[in-house]
């Protein structure tokens, strides 16, 4: 089992900057697909980016450019670099580890981006 631990949220103005973590105990955070999701007040959950065991990342087209996905396996965790932010990134994030068996979520943390 894989329990996961997000952290980083908080308050910040339109243009600023936030680091998310999500930390994962259990030995096969290497070998696991991650990513990082979110859900604003009255919508679906939707992929934020995603990274895969290898590195390979992919994103939203709504934030490439200003967003950075990174992991360090030797620390067991998963990063978000948001930059640029804007009042439309307002939302929880949530990360997510992909098993092959299995998905395993956080319990979120709060973004929110004033105007």
């Known amino acids: 089992q894989v329990q996961l631990v997000e952290s980083g949220g908080g308050l910040v103005q339109t243009g600023g900057s936030l680091r998310l973590s999500c930390a994962a105990s259990?030995?096969?955070?290497?070998?696991?697909?991650m990513a990082w999701y979110r859900q604003a007040p009255g919508k679906q959950r939707e992929l934020v980016a995603r990274?895969?065991?290898?590195?390979?990342?992919n994103y939203a087209d709504s934030v490439k450019g200003r967003f950075t996905i990174s992991r360090d396996n030797a620390k067991n965790t998963m990063y978000l670099q948001m930059n640029s932010l804007k009042p439309e990134d307002t939302a929880v994030y949530y990360c997510?580890?992909?098993?092959?068996?299995?998905?395993?979520w956080g319990q979120g943390t709060q973004v929110t981006v004033s105007s």
């Open positions: 997510k580890a992909e098993t092959s068996l299995y998905a395993y």
């Open positions: 259990g030995s096969i955070f290497s070998r696991t697909a």
């Open positions: 990274i895969s065991s290898g590195g390979s990342t």
